[in-house]
């Protein structure tokens, strides 16, 4: 690994880089995983890659030779891959989901206004508590994947708020005229928090005990971030060692691609433009 961490120089002397060769999503999210998530970046450009056409980049052995599809190890990583990128997923879907006053609206409907952005705010926290789901399951299984043994308590703090979110009734919340800021009661289980199985919501008829949802959106975010990239940097020393231990390495990228998005169906990927989004043919 060199100096810039999400990069792998080949043999060939051809370098792996998340922007250059990742599909649309990585392509798109290359300056926040940069930033908040490099150990996806080092997973990616050294176990993974992007074949050009939404697939993983084929592994090779010392004789530089594919090894089958159909071998263990990978089919191994091949399932750890969907799960690594569903982290990814789920994180940039994290730092997308804000309230603030440039983006008061998740949906940015122009008749959602005064009367009705108590539903804005009450999707966003259900969509951002479902991805902090996710975000935990997404680790749990790529670590499983690699028969790597983690402490699954760590990530309790993302999967408590969740279970109360999603199977309670509708977490209180307040929206103060003219206020583009927002206010809940934190889900917790601690005393004087918002807990589903105990609290009313006549317990919360004025300011008290409420907190402001942007600011507790961006720790919840802080808080996943540096989860996922310590639990990340702990898969990529795995990774490592099973390409050690195999004598394997990822094929030399192929040049660089137009970012088509990854392959889930098994069929032909749809064709993109150059801007990465996608169009299909007239």
Not at 10 to 39: M, R
Not at 57 to 69: F, R, T
Request: hydrophobic share 40%.
């Amino acid at each position: 690994m060199n100096a810039y961490r999400g990069t792998t120089k080949h043999i060939t002397g051809v370098e792996w880089n998340l922007k250059q060769h990742g599909d649309l999503l990585e392509y798109l999210a290359y300056d926040f995983v940069s930033w908040k998530l490099p150990a996806y970046s080092d997973i990616w450009a050294s176990y993974i890659g992007h074949d050009g056409s939404g697939n993983p980049a084929n592994l090779i052995n010392k004789e530089g030779k594919a090894l089958p599809e159909s071998s263990a190890l990978n089919k191994q990583r091949i399932r750890f891959s969907q799960y690594h990128y569903t982290v990814l997923e789920a994180m940039f879907s994290l730092e997308r989901l804000q309230i603030s006053l440039s983006r008061p609206y998740l949906h940015e409907y122009s008749y959602l206004e005064e009367e009705a952005y108590f539903l804005e705010v009450n999707d966003l926290i259900i969509l951002f508590h479902a991805q902090l789901g996710r975000l935990r399951d997404a680790l749990n299984k790529a670590a499983a994947c690699l028969d790597l043994s983690l402490d699954k308590k760590e990530l309790d703090e993302l999967w408590k708020p969740r279970c109360i979110v999603l199977h309670g009734p509708r977490i209180p919340i307040l929206h103060r005229y003219k206020d583009v800021d927002a206010y809940i009661v934190e889900p917790s289980f601690d005393s004087g928090k918002w807990n589903d199985k105990a609290s009313n919501w006549s317990e919360f008829t004025d300011m008290k005990g409420y907190i402001s949802l942007p600011k507790y959106l961006a720790a919840k975010k802080d808080l996943a971030i540096l989860l996922a990239d310590k639990w990340l940097y702990r898969m990529h020393s795995a990774v490592q060692n099973i390409l050690k231990a195999s004598r394997i390495r990822l094929a030399p990228p192929l040049g660089v691609n137009n970012h088509i998005p990854r392959n889930f169906s098994g069929q032909p990927p749809m064709p993109t433009v150059a801007s990465g989004f996608m169009k299909s043919k007239p």
